[in-house]
């Protein structure tokens, strides 16, 4: 006869074994094509973003990699009334998914890596469903060497992030979070579309942290460090809407001119003293916004 410490062990290997089973059954049977083209087509359908890929490929237990990606949007989902598309090109993203809370919760965990702009964006996705709709959590999103002229090409710069966030459904502007940032070596050639007059600004770093909670964005702890000028927040909100350049921008900087900045500072500036800085404001829609330095309008 069997003892109990025997049948216990029976039982522990035939629950292993079964286990085993069903996960080999379901990684073998699981149409993760369906579920990527599907993906796609609501992507599409949604926002109206066409994504194609050169590869992709799933490999054990629940890996996902997509190479070659090319994503093109309606620019309008950008700026209103505008025409035609705009591109975004990501080399490849990972994506592995989490198996017991997609087994046991339905909730959909993703670790996610990519390569763009020169550089990796990381980070873990959590996904459920509540009241019909999708609730998403970021955490530990990481982005390194990021080259941001991919997203305007009137801001070129390397980007290091680090941030989180918890929004529903589509709704990521009312949603909450937080974004530590550091742009090095800026070089600025255009302001809400608009050319700035004297051609180009470059900083050596620009630093801040951004809050978001129910659509408004404020800026703390922003500062630019630079050969032309250093600059200084004392205060910076952003409401957001939709389109994006539709979004109300309300921000106050110091700024303190250098060389020949400061010497054209003396000339255009009423009652400047080179002692204090310069007061420069930004108010209006972010894709034209109204500039005003020591409160005189500028542009």
Wanted: positive net charge; glycine residues 10%.
């Amino acid at each position: 006869m069997k003892t109990k410490k025997e049948k216990l062990l029976i039982l522990i290997a035939y629950s292993l074994f079964g286990l085993i089973a069903f996960i080999l059954f379901f990684l073998a049977t699981f149409p993760f094509s369906a579920l990527e083209e599907k993906g796609l087509q609501l992507l599409e359908a949604k926002i109206g973003c066409v994504v194609t890929m050169t590869a992709s490929r799933v490999s054990f237990p629940v890996s996902i990699t997509w190479e070659g990606i090319d994503a093109r949007c309606p620019k309008k989902l950008i700026k209103k009334g505008a025409a035609g598309q705009a591109h975004l090109k990501v080399p490849a993203l990972n994506l592995s998914l989490a198996l017991w809370p997609l087994l046991l919760k339905q909730q959909g965990e993703i670790d996610f890596n990519a390569r763009w702009g020169g550089g990796t964006l990381s980070g873990h996705l959590t996904v459920t469903q509540e009241e019909e709709e999708p609730s998403f959590v970021l955490k530990d999103l990481k982005g390194d060497a990021l080259e941001v002229k991919e997203i305007d090409p009137g801001i070129s710069g390397r980007l290091t992030i680090t941030g989180e966030g918890r929004w529903r459904a589509q709704e990521i502007i009312k949603g909450t979070g937080r974004l530590i940032f550091s742009l090095d070596e800026a070089k600025l050639r255009s302001l809400g579309g608009r050319q700035l007059p004297v051609g180009e600004i470059s900083f050596a770093k620009i630093q801040g942290k951004l809050d978001w909670k129910e659509g408004r964005l404020v800026a703390e702890q922003f500062s630019a460090t630079g050969a032309m000028v250093d600059l200084k927040s004392e205060s910076g909100t952003l409401v957001l809407r939709k389109p994006l350049n539709r979004s109300l921008l309300a921000l106050s900087l110091l700024a303190t001119p250098k060389g020949s900045i400061k010497q054209m500072a003396s000339m255009f500036v009423q009652d400047y003293n080179e002692r204090e800085p310069l007061k420069l404001r930004l108010n209006g829609p972010l894709g034209q916004p109204k500039i005003s330095v020591n409160g005189r309008p500028v542009l």
